[in-house]
């Protein structure tokens, strides 16, 4: 079985520019959440979607967006990327949406603006 | 919102001792409470979690144990080993939902 797919593993960026980083869960789970990782802030919490659906909603400036695709596949994306932008990005995916199933993660998506 | 403190941040011990880590959390309505490994430059990875229900979880050399009246649980890793050098994290999660409050991580070194 697949584990979790993120997509690309490393982007560069300018200020001001936007991303889209790819997120494909395990075959089956329909919950996919999305972390950032920065060394400072440690593992931080932006949102999650199940079903399409946006469940929760960290807090992040509304730079920050995502979606979900019937597939579960999910997209995130930060437009007019800030310096304080730069970390590692996770996805998680959970077999449900009820906080019952482990949350397995991918290997993130490293990214650095300049 | 659930908040989760973890300590100590750093952790160093001799090959074969044992470490513990300890989290506090703060939202009664957290019943899920999962550890993640992070070796350096990969993906956290599930290494045990335990649910509300029960007070003791162990598999292999590690356990974690939790007291909800005191809200707070830790993770017990016996006869360390050098594989075992990683950033640990805990987590907790509120009923009914996915949401993984972290905490801010441990740094477990092993002196073989």
């Known amino acids: 079985k697949a584990g979790v797919t993120q997509t690309p593993r490393y982007l560069i960026k300018t200020r001001g520019q936007q991303v889209t980083l790819s997120c494909s869960p395990i075959?089956?789970?329909?919950?996919v959440s999305w972390y950032q990782q920065t060394p400072g802030q440690g593992l931080q919490f932006l949102f999650e979607?199940?079903?399409?659906?946006?469940?929760n909603k960290g807090n992040f400036p509304g730079r920050f967006s995502g979606r979900q695709f019937s597939n579960s596949r999910s997209e995130m994306n930060v437009s007019t990327l800030e310096l304080g932008d730069s970390a590692l990005y996770l996805c998680?995916?959970?077999?449900?949406?009820?906080?019952?199933?482990?949350?397995?993660f991918g290997q993130g998506t490293r990214l650095t603006v300049v | 919102g659930e908040n989760v403190e973890q300590h100590p941040s750093t952790l160093s011990v001799q090959e074969g001792d044992s470490a513990v880590i300890k989290c506090t959390y703060s939202?009664?309505?957290?019943?899920?409470f999962p550890w993640y490994k992070q070796e350096l430059g990969k993906r956290p990875q599930l290494i045990i979690d335990?649910?509300?229900?029960?007070g003791e979880k162990k598999d292999q050399r590690i356990a974690v144990t939790l007291n909800k009246t005191a809200k707070h649980f830790s993770l017990h890793i016996t006869e360390t080993q050098p594989e075992d050098s990683a950033v640990y994290f805990c987590?907790?999660?509120?009923?009914?939902?996915?949401?993984?409050?972290f905490g801010k991580g441990n740094q477990v070194v092993v002196i073989p």
């Open positions: 979607y199940f079903s399409e659906t946006q469940r």
């Open positions: 075959s089956g789970h329909r919950s």
């Open positions: 998680a995916s959970s077999l449900d949406g009820r906080g019952h199933a482990e949350a397995f």
């Open positions: 987590a907790a999660v509120p009923n009914g939902n996915n949401r993984l409050a």
């Open positions: 335990i649910r509300s229900n029960v």
């Open positions: 939202d009664s309505a957290s019943n899920y």
